[in-house]
Nanobody, 119 residues
Framework: VQLQASGGGLVQAGGSLRLSCAVS?????????VGWFRQAPGKEREFVAN????????FYSNSVKGRFTISRDNAKNTVYLQMNTLRPEDTAIYFC????????????WGQGTQVTVSS
């Protein structure tokens, strides 16, 4: 099983980026939930957003709610994170992760993609 995160880059404040998380080895329907996390330099990793596979339920951290949107494409086995109105404090390495069961943590993690927002 492999999760490949991509789409990061350098953007000015107020700009947008779309991150992708491509899943291989299993289909996305095998996972109960797929999520995005981020870790800024010197800080703990924090939750950003996740999406339930069978009910398409989405959940966001307060810091990104209203600016970020998580979605999935079943046919492409890919989960996306559309990030709008980016702020310098959104600068971090973004990771995607997938869980096989609810409440048991995430089983698989991608390698991360760097997002840098300049002021």
């Amino acid at each position: 099983v492999q999760l490949q995160a991509s789409g990061g880059g350098l953007v000015q404040a107020g700009g947008s980026l779309r991150l992708s998380c491509a899943v291989s080895g299993r289909t996305l329907s095998d996972y109960v939930v797929v999520g995005w996390f981020r870790q800024a330099p010197g800080k703990e990793r924090e939750f950003v957003a996740n999406i339930r596979w069978n009910r398409a339920y989405e959940f966001y951290s307060n810091s990104v709610k209203g600016r970020f949107t998580i979605s999935r494409d079943n046919a492409k086995n890919t989960v996306y994170l559309q990030m709008n109105t980016l702020r310098p404090e959104d600068t971090a390495i973004y990771f995607c992760a997938a869980a096989l069961k609810l409440g048991a943590g995430y089983d698989y993690w991608g390698q991360g993609t760097q997002v840098t927002v300049s002021s």
